[in-house]
Every structure is written in C-alpha cells, then in structure tokens.
C-alpha cells in the first residue's frame, strides 16, 4: 500500500470545492468573453455594446455552471480514485475522465453515456501522456552534466 507523498494540495473535500471554484470561473470568464464578441458581433450598429452585455449576462453563467459540474464531479471522481486504489498516479485521471464524461452524458441513454465516457477517458489520457512526454523532455533538457575537458596532447618526447 502506497501512501501518497505530495503534501502541497489540500485534502479532497477542500480539492473538490476549490476545483468546482475554479472550473465555474474559468467557464464564466471564458464564455465573458466568448458571448462578448459574439453579442457584439450579432447586434445591429449602435447597440453593440448592450448587445455584448446582454449576451454575456444571459450565457456565462450558464457555461460557467457546465464547467463547474465537470469539474467537480471530476474532482470528486479523482479524489474517490486516490481513495480506493491508495495511490496518486495518471491513471486516476484518466478513469475520472471516463466515469465524469460517463456521468454528464447519462440522460442521453447508455449508448450515448459509453460514447460520451470514451471520449472522457481519451480525453484525458492525452492531456496525461502530454503532461508526461513535456515532463521527461524537460527533466532530460535540465539534466546535469558532466564537464568535458579539452583534449590535451602528451608533450612530445625527444
């Protein structure tokens, strides 16, 4: 059994609200700016800018909310897996991928849940190998090395 060795987090309750926190923020500033420009882009001349911040104000929060539930339920999902399986590794994100794409996706009906799951899972392996591939290269790029030292000819004997 191995007892996890990365300190710096908070324990999982406290993960999962900031994480639910941060995942609304992000959703909401995003779209801020997404139904921003595209209220602008969509009103008449004149009324752009109330165009803009009507768009913004009606559809924000709605994808911040989207975000949210993602991201708490992969948090918690995340959070359940380190519990169970006593270990901190990536494929923990990768099943939390799956079951949180499984999960959002579950009033479609079983096929589209298992589609939708997929997709979460693959997600995710690929954010995590990313993460993997970027750590090793620049874990190998800050690698110390050995100091070469300059040839030197023996004096020549006479």
């Known amino acids: 059994m191995t007892r996890s060795s990365d300190h710096s ?14 995942s609304f923020a992000m959703g ?15 009103s008449p001349r004149g009324d752009r800018f109330p165009g803009a911040l009507a768009s913004l104000k009606a559809r924000a929060p709605v994808l911040g909310g ?4 993602w991201g708490g339920l992969f948090s918690t999902f995340d959070c359940g897996m380190k ?8 494929w923990n994100s990768i099943a939390s991928g799956f ?33 993997i591939a970027i750590s090793r290269a620049l874990a190998d790029q800050n ?6 030292l300059p040839d030197i ?3 020549a004997s006479h």
């Open 9 to 22: 987090r908070d324990p999982c309750p406290y993960v999962i609200f900031s994480d639910l926190g941060a």
């Open 28 to 42: 909401a500033i995003g779209g801020g700016v997404w139904y921003g420009i595209k209220g602008a882009k969509n």
């Open 66 to 69: 989207n975000f949210a539930a």
């Open 83 to 90: 519990g169970i399986r006593q270990k901190e590794d990536p």
């Open 99 to 131: 079951l949180t794409g499984g999960v959002i996706a579950a009033r479609g009906g079983p096929r589209v849940a298992l589609t939708s799951a997929a997709l979460g899972g693959v997600f995710l392996a690929v954010i995590e190998g990313l993460g």
């Open 143 to 148: 690698k110390p090395m050995a100091p070469q």
């Open 153 to 155: 000819a023996p004096p």
